[in-house]
């Protein structure tokens, strides 16, 4: 995580704190739309690093578990797309992951709304 990200993770993670009712889901939903909308002007993966980051900052352990355990899926798959070997069988073991948020797809469908 670079030193850009980590100046709107404060802003994105009140978006997420104003939410804090609702699903894990939203709150990456409303995170995603926090840090997409920063004054700072990010690139799509520095946002997705600082949604990303408030929102396991505000998780509950249960939440959190749920979260690096996409995350690290994520992590290898992008690795692994940048030409790092990386050993998919091992990462992927156990199969899916129980109770995924489908952090990517969220991604999509955010910033798909500015489209429409």
């Given amino acids: 995580m670079n030193d850009r990200v980590v100046i709107i993770i404060p802003e994105v993670r009140a978006a997420v704190q104003a939410h804090a009712e609702e699903s894990l889901e939203e709150r990456a939903k409303v995170a995603m739309r926090a840090a997409r909308k920063s004054w700072l002007g990010l690139s799509d993966n520095e946002n997705f690093s600082a949604a990303i980051g408030a929102l396991v900052l505000e998780a509950t352990p249960e939440?959190?578990?749920?979260?690096?355990?996409?995350?690290?899926?994520?992590?290898?798959?992008?690795?692994?797309?940048?030409?790092?070997?990386?050993?998919?069988?091992?990462?992927?073991?156990?199969?899916?992951?129980?109770?995924?948020i489908g952090l990517n797809s969220l991604w999509h469908e955010v910033k798909a709304e500015e489209v429409t």
């Fill in 63 to 100: 939440e959190r578990n749920r979260l690096e355990a996409e995350i690290r899926v994520l992590k290898a798959l992008n690795a692994a797309i940048d030409g790092v070997p990386v050993n998919l069988a091992t990462v992927l073991e156990g199969g899916q992951i129980d109770n995924a």
